[in-house]
């Protein structure tokens, strides 16, 4: 089946320490996002990239950044996380910028910063 | 810029009953709607969608009311299930904003036996 995955599914890194979270997709979509979504809230747009054009968000941290080497998969990169930076993190494919078009969601990657 | 609520934050329904949960929006150029369902642990699951030019849209047990004079969206579940116990969003896209979506704060829907 066409999907989102996401790997690993849990994470734990130390304060400081660098940390990458991966998306890969089958379904051939243009777009993909990364949001990252807070116990007990809702998820929140950090990024997303329009195929290899990346597309930041005005208020997420330079903390966070992204890579995608091709269409299938995309990174998270966390250079130097902090205890608030624990949260899940969710990618999310689109066929088209441009198209008024539903979101897939992947199941997320927990982070939990030691 | 696009702030989406909710009316309720925890709603709870018998089961076999039916369920409503309300999202309000407030860019009168939002076009484009969608309700996603989100389990414990896992990622938002697609639901149903609805694009301005329409009122009302109907899935599989599931409704979706658009009301754009008063910025209100709904999302009704016939015959509420154990299984649609979860987390609701609403999330709401805007003219020329391309496909980014602005999420609600979500609705906790507990079903009881």
């Known amino acids: 089946d066409a999907m989102v995955i996401q790997n690993p599914r849990y994470q734990v890194t130390q304060f400081g320490k660098p940390v990458t979270l991966s998306c890969s997709q089958t379904?051939?979509?243009?777009?993909m996002y990364w949001y990252q979504q807070k116990s007990s809230q809702a998820p929140k747009l950090l990024f997303h990239y329009y195929d290899k054009d990346f597309n930041n968000e005005a208020d997420t941290p330079d903390n966070f950044q992204s890579r995608r080497p091709n269409t299938s998969f995309c990174f998270l990169d966390i250079r130097s996380p902090g205890l608030g930076d624990a949260a899940m993190y969710l990618c999310?494919?689109?066929?088209?910028?441009?198209?008024?078009?539903?979101?897939?969601f992947g199941p997320g990657t927990r982070l939990t910063v030691l | 810029g696009e702030s989406v609520g909710l009316h309720l934050p925890t709603l709870s329904v018998q089961e076999g009953d039916n369920s409503i949960i309300n999202c309000a929006y407030s860019?009168?150029?939002?076009?484009?709607f969608i309700w996603y369902k989100q389990e414990s642990g896992k990622g938002p699951q697609f639901i149903i969608d609805?694009?301005?030019?329409?009122d009302k849209r109907q899935g599989q047990r599931v409704t979706v009311l658009l009301n754009k004079t008063v910025k209100h969206l709904s999302l009704q579940i016939a015959a509420t299930q154990p299984g649609d116990s979860a987390v609701y969003f609403c999330?709401?896209?805007?003219?020329?904003?391309?496909?980014?979506?602005?999420f609600g704060t979500g609705t906790q829907l507990k079903v009881e036996l």
């Open positions: 999310a494919t689109s066929r088209d910028r441009a198209l008024k078009d539903t979101q897939y």
């Open positions: 860019n009168s150029a939002s076009d484009y």
């Open positions: 609805i694009r301005s030019n329409m």
């Open positions: 379904l051939n979509h243009n777009v």
């Open positions: 999330a709401v896209s805007i003219t020329g904003g391309g496909n980014k979506l602005t």
